[in-house]
């Protein structure tokens, strides 16, 4: 099961406000989810009352295998900048070790 670390949407027609989910990537934007991480209300101003995140629970699905929208990573950003950077650097690290990988097969 590939789970991703998404916006839900919620609330009104042109008021809407988001929930952050671990949610697997096969339902619906609106579907069931796993866990409820936190919420984002754009329409606020102050921005403690506009946006909520649970960082613990957040590290810990990423080290579950989840894996962060393009949205979420953003907001996480703004309240928990450590756990993108590290995610950041487990991914470059990775990458480096599939072309090191590719280099040492391709020298052979």
Do not use: H
């Not at 921005?47 to 393009?70: N, V």
């Not at 309240?79 to 950041?88: D, E, F, G, S």
């Amino acid at each position: 099961m590939a789970l991703k670390i998404r916006l839900r949407k919620q609330g009104r027609t042109n008021r809407a406000t988001y929930r952050l989910v671990v949610a697997d990537c096969r339902s619906p934007r609106d579907g069931k989810y796993v866990e409820m991480l936190g919420w984002y209300n754009p329409f606020e101003d102050k921005e403690e009352l506009s946006l909520s995140i649970k960082p613990d629970r957040i590290q810990f699905w990423l080290d579950q295998g989840a894996q962060l929208t393009d949205k979420a990573k953003c907001l996480v950003a703004k309240l928990a900048p450590a756990i993108v950077r590290q995610q950041t650097e487990r991914e470059t690290g990775r990458r480096a070790k599939v072309a090191a990988k590719r280099k040492s097969q391709k020298t052979a």
